[in-house]
């Protein structure tokens, strides 16, 4: 912005470099008060510039302001923010609790009897972990040993690691079943003793159910005895040295306990399935039952409320203090009498004075404690807070919170848009998603020849990976399987991209699904070993994408998750269908609770395209026209400085040649003869 100058140059002022001095006229002083009333209309410029500047300060403190307020919503949009139970534990020693969706209100008695671990096995001892044990296949199989019985666990695949000459000592057994990943973790323990080096082996799952077996196929011809690989095999109901060769340290065992009297017993110690809502970490055994009390608290929720009435009104005090009028002075503020202030008042007062028209049992914020004084602001009564929060907290939550609520306990919310209109929308699937497969054309060749049909490549998903398979002879197709599947699944490429496969070998032939859904998921196989592992023609199907409607309009469809159309009334609802039949899936109803609400609107206010900003850049615009104008004008001034300049130097001039005149005469007449005659 152009700041107003008044040039005192004495342009133009002729052959007197200093003007009035020939003349006594005070040229300099006639000039600047000209040029004062000159200037006039540029002062006008600036004074209109700095008001507008004033301005788009204002609505910097007036935006800083309802930003803090939003930022107060952050946590009362969703009934995630508005978890009043907390769980209690009597002997924090003993284990740990946390509440989550679905938990209510109670107490209970707790023992714990014993904690779930997972069994070890350890081998004779070798004089160093470089020792040559042998070569061959291990086969793992998980299931339940009661006593010298085995039972085999169907749900969980047998596991084959294949032993090369290469991988024959003790480390390199820990390696190869190691970098097999096949639910087994090896390490090497030195006991002390003159052979004291020994491999052991940890299941690694915990759980009664995921004891092991260890069958082997000795490289030697003998699969029970103690000399080579089978010094590894592990049958409970073998005699020791004749196919239970290995020595358990730690019996599989399934966590126990006891709640209100009812026996429990689960795989781990993290147990979430027992009480509703409630997950339950136990740390050791209990001396004497302990006690767990779920229960409300409160004081979360009314310290979010809290912030809430303070944030909004120091909005208000904010926008009072930008445009109030001082009676008394007769002096407006800033921002006295703005339409854009006044148009967010009134939305911020709508809402927060308003009805949510839901029917539900809390439907404006007076209910709750908030409401409004005389001079605008907000009052909390935490007392009737209190009370709503005891009588139902769901429906608190619902005042304040957004939150879709479905009919079909299979269809799950997975997010909601700025663009949701609230509204219970009919829900039809037309089509279920489905995952990609690859099927076998033959069976599965179980030998695997390094070199020669080892190597694998796999392209799931879109993303490729490369692996080679160990080689040996593979028990069984579903071990084949489950070695394939290991390896994969624990590649780089797949671990990055979230990509993962279940391979199932049950029936002999190769059976692969992606572990995506929709129509992004595939799978194919190249590599020396794809024709003798899946034959020369196996079968892909690419994955189908779910599809149907929300309320009556045909969604978007990705794998699971079905997505309401854009422009529609359900634009940004998506919905994951996790199942069930075609058809109708029942409905979905969305609601928006006030914080919700203001939320909404405030990004828009504060949004580039919304109204303080599209205030601010008119300002902006105008001021950058005013400095345009200021150059314009000061350039006018500076030419009507030079002619005033001019016109007074000129002045000057002739008065100082007319003073001259006069002096000569004076001097002449002074010397003519006087009047009496007197003379020679």
Do not use: C, H
């Amino acid at each position: 912005m152009t700041t107003a100058t008044t040039s005192t140059s004495a342009a133009g002022a002729g052959s007197i470099s200093s003007p009035g001095i020939g003349s006594g006229l005070d040229v300099n002083s006639i000039v600047t008060q000209l040029m004062k009333i000159e200037q006039q209309p540029l002062t006008a410029l600036q004074t209109q510039a700095t008001s507008l500047q004033t301005r788009i300060s204002a609505f910097g403190q007036m935006q800083s302001a309802l930003a803090t307020f939003q930022n107060t919503l952050t946590g009362m949009t969703t009934p995630a923010g508005f978890q009043t139970l907390t769980a209690s534990v009597g002997d924090t020693s003993a284990l740990a609790a946390s509440v989550a969706t679905g938990a209510s209100a109670g107490s209970y008695t707790l023992a714990v009897t014993s904690l779930a671990q997972a069994q070890k096995i350890a081998s004779n001892g070798f004089s160093t972990t470089s020792a040559a044990v042998g070569t061959g296949t291990l086969t793992f199989t998980f299931g339940t040993t009661s006593g010298s019985t085995f039972t085999a666990d169907a749900s969980q695949p047998a596991q084959s690691v294949t032993i090369a000459a290469g991988q024959n000592s003790l480390s390199g057994i820990r390696d190869a079943i190691n970098a097999a990943q096949v639910g087994v973790t090896a390490t090497i323990i030195n006991d002390g003793s003159a052979n004291g080096q020994r491999l052991v082996l940890t299941s690694a799952k915990t759980g009664a159910a995921s004891s092991m077996q260890i069958s082997v196929a000795d490289s030697d011809g003998n699969a029970t005895d103690m000399s080579g690989l089978s010094q590894l095999a592990y049958d409970p109901a073998a005699a020791a040295g004749s196919g239970r060769n290995m020595t358990q340290t730690q019996a599989a065992q399934d966590a126990a306990l006891t709640i209100d009297g009812l026996a429990i017993t689960r795989a781990n110690n993290t147990i979430s399935d027992a009480i509703p809502g409630v997950s339950l970490t136990l740390k050791s055994l209990t001396a004497a039952p302990t006690s767990l009390t779920v229960a409300a608290n409160n004081s979360g929720v009314t310290t979010s409320v809290s912030s809430f009435v303070a944030a909004y009104n120091s909005v208000v005090s904010t926008l009072t203090s930008l445009t109030q009028y001082n009676a008394s002075t007769q002096t407006a503020s800033v921002l006295t009498g703005d339409s854009t202030v006044r148009l967010v008042q009134n939305q911020l007062r709508t809402l927060v004075g308003g009805s949510l028209g839901s029917g539900s049992r809390y439907d404006t914020l007076s209910q709750v404690g908030v409401s409004f004084q005389a001079d605008g602001t907000l009052k909390l009564d935490s007392s009737v807070l209190q009370t709503a929060l005891n009588t139902d907290s769901n429906a608190v939550a619902q005042l304040f919170a957004a939150a879709a609520a479905t009919s079909d306990s299979s269809v799950g919310v997975a997010g909601t848009s700025a663009n949701t209109q609230p509204g219970n929308y009919a829900v039809n699937v037309t089509q279920l998603a489905t995952r990609g497969t690859l099927q076998g054309s033959a069976a599965a060749g179980l030998t695997i020849s390094a070199g020669v049909n080892d190597t694998l490549t796999a392209n799931v998903d879109g993303i490729a990976t490369t692996i080679t398979l160990n080689a040996g002879t593979y028990a069984s197709a579903a071990s084949l399987a489950a070695a394939i599947q290991a390896k994969l699944n624990a590649a780089a490429e797949f671990t990055a991209n979230i990509v993962a496969v279940t391979i199932d070998g049950s029936s002999g032939t190769l059976a692969v699904t992606s572990n995506r859904w929709g129509s992004a998921s595939k799978a194919s196989f190249t590599g020396n070993a794809a024709d003798s592992i899946f034959g020369t023609s196996p079968t892909s199907v690419t994955g189908l994408d779910i599809a149907g409607t929300i309320g009556g309009v045909a969604a978007a469809g990705s794998g699971q998750t079905l997505t309401g159309a854009s422009g529609s009334p359900s634009d940004g609802l998506a919905l994951t269908i996790s199942g069930g039949a075609l058809g109708s899936r029942g409905s979905t109803t969305y609601a928006k609770g006030i914080a919700a609400r203001l939320n909404d609107t405030l990004t828009s206010i504060l949004g580039s395209d919304g109204v303080i900003q599209a205030t601010t850049t008119g300002a902006q615009s105008q001021i950058t026209d005013i400095d345009k104008q200021e150059v314009t004008v000061q350039a006018r001034l500076d030419q009507i400085q030079q002619a005033y300049y001019a016109q007074y130097t000129a002045l000057d001039t002739l008065v100082s040649s007319l003073n001259t005149t006069s002096s000569f005469l004076t001097q002449q007449l002074a010397a003519l003869p006087k009047a009496n005659g007197s003379g020679p």
